[in-house]
């Protein structure tokens, strides 16, 4: 099964958002004494610590048991990643609910507050609407921009993989955010376009320094990730259509240390540029948009797939005459750095992988590049 979170908004009156805010903050208060305490005496098991603060964090913040637990179980799970640095929440950070101090139905929530229970009206779009009947037991409430929401999980199942009958590779960042072994090219002029706006606005923001720039820029911060996101949703899910579409699998890259080899190529302000990009973010959504479409997701070696020749096979740096341009200086093959990448995607999948298909004994350009 694959998980997917949706976020529902709530719907709270200024009496509610009294009794939530107030909730929120002695929640977080409690995660901050107990991560102090945990740093304290180095203890990252969870047993032990709740013999250790559960009493006290029940009467000093005047939290139900139930609320106990989960901040214990918070902070643990964030000790646990970084045992030299103590954890730190924000006051109005998130909230972790269960299903002992939370109900969650289509139209309404109840949730547990410091004041007893409060139920909530819920807008629940069309596409939550479907998929409700999966809503596992745990949520999240985050407070933003004003706004009650509420962070569900649920169960998509995962179809069976279909016999794949050839191989769509795509080649992701840099110039372009992803482009693929049929030639198609997701651009990144917009994002580019959009990058700058915001690059402008912050710098305008930062200068200024009041505490009106700074809200400004907390909420500039939220446009640009939701921005990215839906980018990253359009494109993965165009991929995905693409390949199920015409039976093929989908060969990616290891996207580990993408980052660092995309700083190393650009310099001065192309590094701000390259870096700032959700790589990993588009992985993600390829990865779990193909489990529960039951499209085949290989992944292969990135090593030297921009400097070899998918023709000759010839691999050299000097293969790359610029950050767009590939010609061999073996055969002289020239075409677009990306695509080259693309195809030479395919052709290692092809070969680390069985996919059902005569066709990929072939090694001509269009049966590698088409899959047909």
Same mark, same amino acid.
């Given at each position: 099964m694959v998980l997917q979170s949706l976020m529902i908004k709530l719907e709270s009156t200024e009496e509610d958002k009294v009794k939530l805010l107030e909730t929120i903050q002695e929640y977080n208060k409690a995660c901050n004494f107990v991560a102090d305490r945990a740093f304290t005496l180095k203890l990252s098991n969870k047993f032990k610590l709740q013999k250790e603060v559960y009493r006290e964090i029940r009467e000093r913040f005047n939290l139900t048991a139930q609320f106990a637990i989960r901040i214990i179980s918070k902070v643990v799970e964030a000790y646990k990643k970084d045992k030299t640095i103590k954890p730190t929440f924000k006051i109005l950070g998130s909230i972790q609910y269960d299903q002992r101090n939370s109900r969650v139905c289509i139209d309404e929530v109840s949730l547990m507050t410091l004041k007893g229970r409060l139920k909530?009206?819920?807008?629940?779009?069309?596409?939550?609407?479907?998929?409700?009947?999966?809503?596992?037991?745990?949520?999240?409430?985050?407070?933003?921009?004003?706004?009650?929401?509420?962070?569900?999980?649920?169960?998509?199942?995962?179809?069976?993989?279909?016999?794949?009958?050839?191989?769509?590779?795509i080649d992701l960042g840099i110039e372009n955010i992803?482009?693929?072994?049929?030639?198609?090219?997701?651009?990144?002029?917009?994002?580019?376009?959009?990058?700058?706006?915001?690059? +402008?606005?912050?710098?305008?923001?930062?200068?200024?320094?009041?505490?009106?720039?700074?809200?400004?820029?907390? +909420?500039l911060s939220g446009k640009e990730r939701r921005f990215k996101k839906d980018t990253n949703h359009v494109i993965s899910k165009s991929i995905i259509s693409k390949a199920k579409g015409t039976i093929r699998a989908i060969a990616i890259e290891d996207l580990k240390g993408i980052?660092?080899?995309?700083?190393?190529?650009?310099?001065?302000?192309?590094?701000?540029?390259?870096?700032?990009?959700?790589?990993?973010?588009?992985?993600?959504?390829?990865?779990?948009?193909?489990?529960?479409?039951?499209?085949?997701?290989?992944?292969?070696?990135?090593?030297?797939?921009?400097?070899?020749?998918?023709?000759?096979?010839?691999?050299?740096?000097?293969?790359?005459?610029?950050?767009?341009?590939?010609?061999?200086?073996?055969?002289?093959?020239?075409?677009?750095?990306?695509?080259?990448?693309?195809?030479?995607?395919?052709?290692?999948?092809?070969?680390?992988?069985?996919?059902?298909a005569p066709v990929l004994v072939v090694t001509s350009h269009d049966a590698l590049a088409h899959g047909s």
């Open positions: 909530l009206k819920a807008r629940v779009g069309d596409y939550q609407r479907v998929r409700f009947d999966r809503v596992k037991g745990q949520c999240d409430l985050i407070y933003r921009n004003n706004t009650f929401y509420l962070i569900v999980v649920v169960d998509a199942p995962e179809k069976s993989e279909y016999d794949a009958t050839g191989i769509l590779g992803a482009t693929d072994s049929d030639r198609q090219i997701f651009e990144s002029k917009k994002v580019e376009e959009k990058r700058q706006k915001y690059l +402008r606005l912050r710098s305008t923001l930062q200068r200024t320094g009041t505490k009106s720039a700074k809200r400004k820029l907390k +909420r980052r660092s080899k995309v700083t190393v190529i650009s310099r001065g302000s192309q590094r701000d540029k390259y870096s700032k990009w959700a790589f990993g973010e588009l992985r993600n959504f390829l990865t779990y948009k193909s489990k529960i479409e039951g499209v085949p997701l290989i992944v292969v070696n990135p090593k030297n797939t921009s400097t070899q020749c998918p023709e000759c096979q010839y691999t050299d740096k000097q293969n790359r005459k610029a950050r767009n341009e590939f010609q061999c200086i073996g055969c002289g093959y020239n075409e677009m750095s990306d695509y080259v990448a693309a195809r030479n995607i395919v052709i290692r999948a092809a070969v680390n992988q069985p996919v059902v």
